[in-house]
């Protein structure tokens, strides 16, 4: 789970620093691989394949939490999502896939380490909805976890930005990372955030819908990346049409939903399809670990794990020369550390129960 979480966060930012028009020309002027939608798409994709791995273990059964039968004292076991209600499921894969590409956008703009940090603000969004939607109740303890978490995200966007500001007059002609300026890096941070309330959204309704129907957590991933792959794909098209007929937005944007033009470039470059390919088998074997982990360990153990992703994917960063090294994010990065922990039950673990649907469904 630690290899493929952090080999998908890498492979994706090594795909946005390909080169594909222009690359002996100056810095400024090289074209790079661009493309969010097509980098969802293919994240759906992978999503999709892990209906391999649940005709692998099709053998195994799964049990639903409540195993007792009502004569023994035990809960009404729940009805199994099927038939037409499995598109219900297409309700958190349209949130998955505004959340994912909103983040994938800010990934072009900032350091891979940031954008994995960044990603840690998830929790203070699920919490919000659960509270708000789910009647959750937080514990103090949870609220100084939250809090942490606030201030690790503000450091780590303090960070980068104040990097990006030494560094974007610096000229990189034999560097394949492009330059961001600090405004642009900032967007990205936003655009990244912005996304986590549509992936908290996601977990609310996969909370809400696997509250009420039962189902294999990997058929779940399964589904889901079936109806985001279609929805994708479909919405895609649409988008780039009416984008093109009324000439709304630049080239640049009305590209990055034409993924006819996206899978042509990544057929043009070898790099670009190898790094695709272990993207897919990265993410699909992340998500059957993940639900392995949190199935025979615990959520907490998941989330302790993802949380060693990040450093990893950090640790690469600065060896492969994508990032150097930043006091201030390691000071972010520590109370993102701490918050993370503390709010997910594995510091301070006897005050509070754990909240497992934080963790049992990031996907990526």
Request: proline fraction near 3%.
């Amino acid at each position: 789970m630690l290899i493929t979480g952090g080999a998908n966060s890498l492979l994706n930012k090594f795909q946005d620093n390909q080169c594909i028009e222009n690359c002996d020309g100056p810095a400024s002027e090289r074209v790079h691989f661009e493309q969010p939608v097509f980098q969802t798409a293919q994240m759906f994709v992978a999503e999709m394949c892990c209906w391999f791995f649940y005709l692998l273990t099709k053998r195994s059964v799964y049990q639903p939490i409540a195993e007792d039968s009502p004569e023994e004292g035990g809960s009404v076991p729940q009805p199994v999502l099927r038939g037409k209600k499995v598109f219900l499921l297409g309700l958190p894969a349209v949130c998955d896939i505004v959340g994912t590409t909103l983040m994938n956008v800010g990934l072009l703009f900032v350091p891979v380490s940031i954008f994995q940090m960044t990603r840690g603000a998830l929790v203070l969004f699920v919490a919000f909805f659960s509270i708000v939607f789910l009647k959750h109740h937080i514990t103090r303890v949870q609220w100084l976890g939250l809090t942490s978490v606030v201030l690790g995200v503000f450091l780590v966007g303090l960070s980068a930005t104040f990097h990006a500001k030494k560094t974007n007059d610096v000229t990189a002609s034999d560097s394949d990372v492009p330059i961001r300026t600090a405004i642009q890096v900032s967007g990205g941070i936003f655009m990244i955030l912005f996304g986590q309330i549509f992936t908290a959204s996601q977990f609310v309704l996969e909370e809400h819908i696997l509250g009420r129907y039962s189902l294999a957590p990997i058929k779940v991933v399964s589904w889901e990346g079936s109806f985001g792959t279609g929805i994708t794909i479909f919405g895609s098209i649409i988008i780039y049409i009416i984008l093109k007929m009324f000439s709304l937005g630049d080239t640049t944007s009305q590209e990055m939903f034409n993924l006819a033009a996206a899978t042509s470039q990544v057929f043009d470059n070898t790099k670009l399809i190898v790094a695709g390919i272990f993207v897919m088998l990265s993410i699909a074997s992340f998500n059957f670990f993940g639900l392995s982990v949190t199935r025979c360990l615990s959520a907490t153990s998941r989330s302790t794990i993802d949380t060693c992703r990040t450093l990893l994917i950090w640790f690469v960063s600065l060896i492969i020369g994508w990032e150097s090294f930043q006091f201030l994010q390691l000071v972010g990065f520590g109370f993102l550390v701490y918050g993370t922990l503390t709010f997910n039950g594995v510091i301070h673990n006897k005050q509070h129960k754990e909240p497992e649907e934080v963790v049992v469904q990031d996907h990526t």
